[in-house]
Structures are given as structure tokens and as C-alpha cells.
């Protein structure tokens, strides 16, 4: 018992020690949580998910061998000089992947690879609260409003609302709507990703299905964010830019969130109860 304490009470000096040489990193990922038309406003939930999520093991946890593994010190060397190094360049979206690398080699050097297996999912469910460079989120932005003006333009003239595609700018009779970057969805399908995290390690089935409901949260995403802006796009064709762009325009947000979060559920219901698993494989 004196030993585990004493093995937590050195973890506790290094991981603050950490937390403190990795201040440049976490200040700027509270800067872009905190931005204007930020996608990562849930980044601030995620360690508490973390957190929550292993105690909800604490039996395993508990249960774990505790074991020095000196492979841990090569794992938190190499994560210190990759931080140094993109700390020193600014580049912090990687220097903030190395914080959970140096997280991981920590614990593995205090507590064992045992006590480590159980706390994988905690460790790699934290890859949520860094963003992604801007560079990238500005590559996919522009890639996600073509795919979703060209299939809204698409269903659009299907349901009998003539329409024709020029660029992320939706062409009506007596209307236009323009896709901008909030209404690509990709806010939507960064949070829902993150849920379908979640749900993939909630629910009770084999790694192949957990697998297949966290990559469902990708084409759900994308579907339910085509139908609203198809919605945006007729009430704004019939009511007016003023109804579709107000209270319409937020609300169909809402609404089409929690109409993913539902399909995320019934995907994940599918995959635990409705299949036999000679169906989809263990």
C-alpha cells in the first residue's frame, strides 16, 4: 500500500511538472476553443469525459498489476523532444499530440502496460480536445460546402424547386443561398465524431462494429447537414431571406443535431442488438 502511494505521489509531481512545461500548448488550444465561430467549443469537456471514463473502470483499475516499465522513459523522451521542438516553431497542433504520447509514457513507467490497457480509451478519447490547423479545417471547409451545395442542389430540384450550382452558391428562381463555413457542417460532424467515440465505447459488441459506428457519424454528418440546408434553401425561396436566415436558420442547427445524435443512436442499437454476428463479423 505504501509503495502505490508513493508511485502515485511521484506520477502527481511529473504530471504537474507536465501540465507546466506544456502551458505554451494548452494556452493556445483555449484560444481556439474560445474563437469566434470556433469548432472546437466541446474541447473544454473532454478531459472531464476523460476523467469520468476512467472511473468508470476504477475496478480494472484497481484490479491492474502495477509494474515499473522502463519503456515508458523512451516514450516520454521522445514526446518531450517532439514538443520541444514544435513549441519552439509554434506548431502546436502536434505539441499538443504529444502531450497524451508524454501522458502515455508516464504512465506506463509508473504503473505497468497492465494498468495502461485499461486507460487506452481515456488516453486517445483527449485527441478531441486538439484542434486541427487552421490550414486544414480551411481545406476541408471549402471541400465540405461544394459536396453539400452540389447534393442540396440536387434534392432540390428533385422535390420541384428548380436550382442550379455556381461554386458553394445555390441559384433559385427568386432566391439565392450562399453554404459559409458554418453551415458546411463541419462543426457538426467534429462533435459528432466525438459522440460516436463515445457510443463506439459504450456499446457491447466486437472492435469491427465499434469501428463501423464510429465511421457512421461521418455520412450521418454530412446527410443531415444537406437536408437542412435544403430546408434553409426552400423556406428561404418562399418566405423570404428574413424568416430562413433568423430563427429558422438556428433552430434547423438544433434540430438537425439532435436528429444525428438519434441516427447515431439507432446505428449503434442496429450494431449491438439487431445483427447476428455471423452478419458483420466478430
Same mark, same amino acid.
Given at each position: 500500500m505504501e509503495k502505490s502511494k508513493g508511485l502515485i505521489l511521484?506520477?502527481?509531481?511529473?504530471?504537474?511538472?507536465?501540465?507546466?512545461?506544456?502551458? +505554451?500548448?494548452?494556452?493556445?488550444?483555449?484560444?481556439?476553443?474560445?474563437?469566434?465561430?470556433?469548432?472546437y467549443g466541446h474541447g473544454f469537456l473532454i478531459p472531464f469525459v476523460s476523467i469520468f471514463v476512467?472511473?468508470?473502470?476504477?475496478?480494472?483499475?484497481?484490479?491492474?498489476?502495477?509494474?515499473?516499465?522502463?519503456?515508458? #522513459?523512451?516514450?516520454?523522451? *521522445?514526446?518531450?523532444?517532439?514538443?520541444i521542438v514544435c513549441a519552439a516553431i509554434k506548431l502546436y497542433f502536434l505539441s499538443g499530440f504529444s502531450f497524451i504520447f508524454v501522458l502515455y509514457g508516464l504512465l506506463l513507467f509508473f504503473f505497468g502496460k497492465d494498468m495502461v490497457?485499461?486507460?487506452?480509451?481515456?488516453?486517445?478519447?483527449? #485527441?478531441?480536445?486538439?484542434p486541427l490547423p487552421l490550414v486544414l479545417v480551411s481545406n476541408i471547409t471549402v471541400k465540405l460546402k461544394l459536396?453539400?451545395?452540389?447534393?442540396?442542389?440536387?434534392?432540390l430540384n428533385r422535390i420541384g424547386f428548380p436550382s442550379?450550382?455556381?461554386?458553394? #452558391?445555390?441559384?433559385? +428562381?427568386?432566391?439565392?443561398? *450562399?453554404?459559409?463555413? +458554418?453551415?458546411?457542417?463541419?462543426?457538426?460532424?467534429?462533435s459528432l465524431l466525438t459522440l460516436g467515440a463515445l457510443f463506439s465505447f459504450a456499446v457491447k459488441v466486437s472492435y469491427l462494429r465499434k469501428t463501423l459506428?464510429?465511421?457512421?457519424?461521418? +455520412?450521418? *454528418?454530412?446527410?443531415?447537414?444537406i437536408v437542412r440546408v435544403t430546408m434553409l434553401a426552400t423556406v428561404n425561396d418562399l418566405y423570404?431571406?428574413?424568416i430562413a436566415m433568423g430563427f429558422f436558420h438556428d433552430f434547423s442547427g438544433f434540430m438537425m443535431f439532435g436528429i444525428a445524435f438519434a441516427g447515431l443512436y439507432a446505428v449503434s442499437r442496429v450494431l449491438e442488438k439487431g445483427i447476428k454476428d455471423g452478419e458483420i463479423g466478430k
Open positions: 511521484k506520477f502527481l509531481i511529473c504530471f504537474a511538472l507536465l501540465i507546466v512545461a506544456y502551458i +505554451p500548448t494548452f494556452k493556445w488550444m483555449v484560444d481556439r476553443w474560445l474563437a469566434a465561430e470556433s469548432y476512467a472511473w468508470q473502470r476504477r475496478g480494472a483499475i484497481k484490479a491492474s498489476r502495477v509494474s515499473t516499465d522502463m519503456r515508458g #522513459l523512451a516514450v516520454i523522451a *521522445a514526446g518531450l523532444f517532439i514538443h490497457r485499461n486507460l487506452v480509451f481515456p488516453l486517445l478519447f483527449l #485527441l478531441a480536445m486538439i459536396i453539400v451545395a452540389e447534393a442540396a442542389t440536387f434534392v442550379a450550382r455556381d461554386g458553394n #452558391l445555390i441559384i433559385m +428562381p427568386s432566391s439565392h443561398v *450562399a453554404i459559409e463555413a +458554418p453551415c458546411s457542417g463541419l462543426r457538426s460532424l467534429i459506428l464510429f465511421m457512421s457519424s461521418v +455520412p450521418i *454528418a454530412i446527410l443531415t447537414n423570404g431571406e428574413k
